[in-house]
Nanobody, 127 residues
Framework: VQLQASGGGLVQAGSSLRLSCAAS????????MGWFRQAPGKEREFVAA???????????YVSDSVKGRFAISRDGAKNTVYLQMNSLKPEDTAVYYC??????????????????WGQGTQVTVSS
């Protein structure tokens, strides 16, 4: 499975961005996908995740730090997961990574549980 993340950029505080993560290659009917981010000098942190069960979108999870501002969604026909980011803040500045795993078992918030990773896309929010 290959993941291609896109949609990052430089925006002002209060703006919105939508990140995309396109998956290609062999996929399974049930899988999990997530978004993580890593700011300079900080550890990678969970942002949002979605579980897909038998090709249908299932549960979604969003970090408390972005709840109410960020949302994760998917387009099954395009094998693409999106991260809609609204009301961006300077502290949201980071490299955002999408990740995937071939199972819905286990935690969705732990980076170690994901097998496949995209290359990352930079999001910079100016004050």
């Amino acid at each position: 499975v290959q993941l291609q993340a896109s949609g990052g950029g430089l925006v002002q505080a209060g703006s919105s961005l939508r990140l995309s993560c396109a998956a290609s290659g062999r996929t399974s009917s049930s899988y999990g996908m997530g978004w993580f981010r890593q700011a300079p000098g900080k550890e990678r942190e969970f942002v949002a995740a979605i579980k897909v069960i038998n090709w249908s979108g299932g549960s979604t999870y969003v970090s408390d730090s972005v709840k109410g501002r960020f949302a994760i969604s998917r387009d099954g026909a395009k094998n693409t997961v999106y991260l809609q980011m609204n009301s961006l803040k300077p502290e949201d500045t980071a490299v955002y990574y999408c990740a995937a795993k071939r199972t819905v078992v286990g935690s969705s918030v732990e980076a170690s549980g994901y097998t496949y990773w995209g290359q990352g896309t930079q999001v910079t929010v100016s004050s």
